[in-house]
């Protein structure tokens, strides 16, 4: 089996990454005595014996990690020599030495990760995810959110496991849509700091902030294109709340729909070709899918008579939306290719992560990660008010 040693730096000051690949890089010493073993048992996947992380940073790092290969959903853990894999390594002065062997003792990994204690594990749990399982990794992705946890709406961002949670507007008016670009450097989100609905742009890593949609009316709802290069939005300009894509600089807008109805929460697919968004155009709300540039809708059906916030997973294969029933609020998932339906939790505002395995969604003050395979779900935001419309970086 091919030994892949990389070097990756990753640094959250600068906010960049600096891949050296292909590099045989040799390994540092672990400790001589034997480390503790971290056992976990859940549900069925690759085995995995996941060993404490040695040196000074070693504590913080086997913490996220084991969280991170938890919420994967990927990994059965096991004691020390009884897993198909096991993970070790070593970490201290802000470098990480990581390493997976197989049964045989044969390396299947090593890496090198330069940065804080928590990069390094997330970037040591993709490759973990993606080198076992051939699947991507989520653990360096983001989420943001609306939360009215000062009694105002406002926008904040976070790690995708709900740490690190920042409050990123401090408009002291209603902020809401937040949509993170796919490589998780914007946010677009609907804001109200000129008495009228507006969508604005921020570049993290800056903080600088434009309004990048003003048409007269209400601008609303923006939802990234996957090379992040344009927006799909609500915009009513010509009378009716229509779907209009627009470039983030602003110049070559292209109205999409033109029907009696209000159309609203875009989704693009992967491919960048088609756009799935919700419209009560035929009486109650459903789900249609356009060409992003431009054609005839058609309808999805999904089986319900009430059918909104449709999200397309990355890999182009399912659309989560709410359903409605009985005054509350369920979470479904449509395959397209068989074009069955299946309801998956209780909650509103699905949103898919990279992986295409897990979705997150809103149950009002709490924000839940569910792995849709297995039902398994994790609260990752509570604590902040009401808590509604996330969003998660690709």
């Not at 000051?13 to 891949?19: A, C, N, S």
């Not at 997150?360 to 779900?377: C, N």
């Amino acid at each position: 089996m091919r030994i892949i040693r990389l070097v990756y730096h990753s640094s959250s000051i600068m906010k960049k990454t600096v891949i050296l690949g292909l590099l045989i890089l040799p390994l540092l010493s672990l400790v001589a005595e034997p480390t503790p073993t971290i056992t976990v048992r859940k549900g069925e996947g690759v085995n995995l014996s996941l060993q404490a992380i040695g040196g000074s940073d070693g504590a913080a790092i086997s913490k996220t990690l084991k969280n991170d290969l938890e919420i994967s959903g990927w990994f059965t853990f096991v004691d020390a020599g009884k897993g198909s894999y096991a993970a070790s390594g070593n970490a201290s002065g802000g470098a990480l030495e990581g390493k997976v062997t197989d049964r045989s003792g044969g390396t299947v990994l090593a890496k090198t990760y330069k940065g804080s204690a928590r990069e390094n594990a997330h970037h040591f749990a993709n490759d973990i995810v993606e080198t076992l399982t051939g699947n991507k990794g989520m653990a360096t992705s983001k989420i943001v959110f609306a939360s009215n946890r000062t009694g105002r709406k406002e926008i904040y961002v976070a790690d995708y496991d709900g740490t690190n949670a920042n409050q990123l507007t401090h408009d002291n008016v209603i902020s809401v849509s937040p949509a993170i670009s796919p490589d998780g450097k914007k946010v677009a989100y609907t804001g109200y700091q000129s008495g009228y609905a507006d969508i604005y742009l921020i570049e993290l890593s800056s903080g600088a902030r434009n309004r990048i949609v003003k048409f007269p009316g209400t601008n609303s709802g923006a939802a990234f294109s996957p090379d992040g290069s344009h927006i799909a939005a609500m915009v009513s300009k010509d009378g009716n709340p229509e779907l209009y894509v627009i470039p983030l600089n602003g110049i070559g807008v292209h109205r999409l729909t033109h029907t009696k109805g209000v159309e609203s929460s875009p989704s693009w697919s992967p491919d960048g070709k088609s756009i799935v968004y919700c419209s009560d155009d035929g009486g109650s709300p459903q789900i249609y899918i356009i060409p992003s540039g431009g054609g005839t809708q058609r309808m999805l059906h999904t089986g319900f008579g009430y059918c909104t916030e449709p999200n397309w997973s990355p890999d182009g294969k399912r659309i989560a939306f709410n359903i409605r029933s009985g005054g509350s609020f369920s979470v479904a998932v449509l395959d397209i290719q068989s074009g069955s339906v299946r309801v998956v939790g209780s909650g509103e505002n699905p949103a898919w992560g990279p992986d295409s395995r897990h979705l997150i969604y809103s149950t009002g003050s709490s924000l839940i990660i569910l792995d849709v395979p297995t039902g398994h779900t994790t609260n990752v935001i509570s604590g902040f008010g009401k808590v509604s419309e996330p969003d998660w970086s690709r």
